[in-house]
């Protein structure tokens, strides 16, 4: 073999001509595209097998329109109970919806800085501070018997209250839950 046939000779060539080899991004984006899809698909799996109780009678409970004074829609609930401070009181374990409409008074000129805190126990689970436009308010929940729930203002009338309203919903009584 002469070496002017070494030097036409390809060295940067490691496959068969006409091969691609995919680039280290095009590995990671198809390999994490992969698992996202299994890691979904697993999810699916447990979910659809998971022992799920629904709700044996419905629990839904409305308050508004004061935030001082909630008013309860149906005064006696198997699921909650209004405590005399104006909480939430849950009488039993479940998936609970809270929702709820904060609708922002825009005239409200005070140095009270407009804020709106979802409590649990007494952890923040969801806080506002947009006065700018009318906010919704809640989750989907895990809760425990036991667990107190209250909705604050940083001043009562930061809000207008015929529109501004929370309630909750018992979703479901999953097995798993202790």
Known sequence: MSLSHMEDMSLSHSSPQGTHRLSWKQ????????TLLLICSFSTLILTFLPFKTASEPCVAKFGPLPSKWQITYPKLPCVNKTADEKLEILQNGL???YGQV?????????????????????IIQALTNNSKIQNVGGTYELHAGDILDLIFNAEHQV?????????LLLANPQFIS
């Open 160 to 168: 207008l209250k015929n529109t501004t309203y929370w309630g909750i």
């Open 27 to 34: 590995w990671l984006l198809y390999s994490t595209t992969v």
């Open 96 to 98: 609970y919806l809270i």
């Open 103 to 123: 609708a922002p008074n825009t005239a409200y000129k005070e140095p009270a800085p407009f804020e709106v805190r979802l409590y649990k126990n007494e952890d």
